[in-house]
């Protein structure tokens, strides 16, 4: 399976770990990620004050991946829901596709409509499988309790994404999480919003909301939070501190990439799934992992 490789803006920035991580799994599943220097923002930061602007953004992204005949898999909810959308649109309104296409005539791009458009972890429970993920795990985390948390654009609009998951009581991620061995459990908040949509607006409620959450998981004493998005981690993660001193109390409740739950699975060490960058470090959780199984080495990734 091979893939253009869309990074977006926040992960090269702010989530490395995630995109590190996702480069050490894909190979063990058989997906092969091609870089493509050319592309450039997706269009999501000013979807709401011009939309034609976005769709011709996202359309422009799309048109270079045509060119090199690959599908897009990108690790972020806010590239994929833009991107997606885009895709969606483009190829049902004639009428705009060749509006947005007079656009990047300008540039010697073209948008066909030959592509499909998905987020990693969706590939991972559709086309790579809960099974083959289950035959790499070298180590099963049975002793951790995470929380899958998805993001409001992970399957919304369901109509853009086919409804491949339910957006009110979803499972994909729950799925993908069981099959490092870790049991899934349903929690209140489970499909609450982060709050990042709202950050740069009205910081004190984007902080509330994320607080919710926080606060929920504490009561049901999760060891970590497992997240596919890296603007939900932001909030979640970079922004846990912030909650904490606004609101006077305390979580360290780690925010863990799905990319580095499945690496530490498949018993690739620690340093190479940049835990380091995660700014609630796993302390308690890798020690207990290394209690278990001992300090995983080249020869367990094999």
């Given at each position: 399976m091979?893939?253009a490789?869309?990074?977006?803006?926040?992960?090269?920035?702010?989530a490395?770990?995630?995109?590190?991580?996702t480069r050490?799994?894909?190979?063990?599943?058989?997906?092969?990620?091609?870089d493509?220097?050319?592309?450039g923002?997706?269009?999501?930061?000013v979807?709401?004050?011009?939309w034609?602007?976005?769709?011709?953004?996202?359309?422009?992204?799309?048109?270079?991946?045509?060119?090199?005949g690959?599908?897009?898999?990108?690790?972020?909810?806010?590239?994929?829901?833009?991107?997606?959308?885009?895709?969606?649109?483009l190829?049902?309104?004639?009428?705009?596709?060749?509006k947005?296409?007079k656009?990047?005539?300008?540039?010697?791009?073209e948008?066909?409509?030959?592509?499909?458009?998905?987020?990693?972890?969706?590939?991972?429970?559709?086309?790579?499988?809960?099974?083959?993920?289950?035959?790499?795990?070298?180590?099963?985390?049975?002793?951790?309790?995470?929380?899958?948390?998805?993001?409001?654009?992970?399957?919304k609009?369901?109509?853009v994404?086919?409804?491949f998951?339910?957006?009110?009581?979803?499972t994909?991620?729950?799925k993908?999480i069981?099959?490092?061995?870790a049991?899934?459990?349903?929690?209140?908040?489970?499909?609450?919003?982060c709050?990042g949509g709202?950050?740069?607006?009205?910081?004190?409620?984007?902080?509330?909301?994320?607080r919710?959450?926080?606060?929920?998981?504490?009561?049901?004493?999760?060891?970590?939070?497992?997240s596919?998005?890296?603007?939900?981690?932001?909030?979640?993660?970079?922004?846990?501190?912030s909650v904490?001193?606004?609101f006077?109390?305390?979580?360290?409740?780690?925010?863990?990439?799905?990319?580095?739950?499945?690496?530490?699975?498949?018993?690739i060490?620690?340093?190479?799934l940049?835990?380091?960058?995660?700014?609630i470090?796993p302390?308690?959780?890798?020690k207990?992992?290394?209690?278990?199984?001992?300090?995983?080495?080249?020869?367990s990734?094999?």
């Amino acid at each position: 399976m091979k893939y253009a490789f869309f990074l977006g803006c926040t992960i090269p920035a702010r989530a490395v770990n995630y995109e590190v991580s996702t480069r050490k799994i894909a190979p063990k599943l058989g997906i092969e990620l091609i870089d493509i220097p050319e592309f450039g923002c997706c269009g999501f930061p000013v979807k709401s004050v011009d939309w034609f602007t976005m769709i011709v953004m996202a359309a422009r992204n799309i048109a270079i991946a045509e060119e090199k005949g690959l599908d897009i898999l990108t690790l972020c909810n806010g590239c994929v829901v833009t991107l997606a959308e885009a895709n969606h649109e483009l190829k049902n309104d004639k009428k705009l596709k060749d509006k947005v296409n007079k656009e990047l005539a300008k540039i010697g791009k073209e948008f066909k409509g030959t592509i499909k458009i998905k987020h990693l972890a969706r590939i991972l429970y559709e086309d790579v499988g809960i099974e083959k993920i289950e035959k790499e795990v070298k180590f099963k985390l049975d002793d951790f309790k995470l929380a899958a948390h998805y993001g409001c654009h992970y399957f919304k609009p369901s109509l853009v994404y086919g409804k491949f998951d339910d957006p009110e009581f979803p499972t994909s991620l729950d799925k993908l999480i069981e099959a490092t061995g870790a049991p899934s459990f349903d929690y209140k908040t489970k499909t609450d919003c982060c709050g990042g949509g709202i950050l740069g607006v009205t910081e004190d409620v984007a902080l509330k909301m994320a607080r919710k959450k926080l606060d929920n998981l504490k009561e049901e004493n999760a060891d970590a939070m497992v997240s596919i998005c890296p603007f939900c981690s932001v909030m979640y993660d970079a922004n846990q501190k912030s909650v904490e001193k606004k609101f006077e109390t305390e979580y360290n409740l780690p925010v863990l990439y799905y990319t580095q739950v499945l690496g530490l699975a498949f018993g690739i060490p620690p340093e190479e799934l940049e835990f380091k960058r995660n700014r609630i470090k796993p302390k308690e959780m890798l020690k207990r992992f290394k209690e278990k199984y001992g300090e995983p080495t080249e020869d367990s990734e094999s």
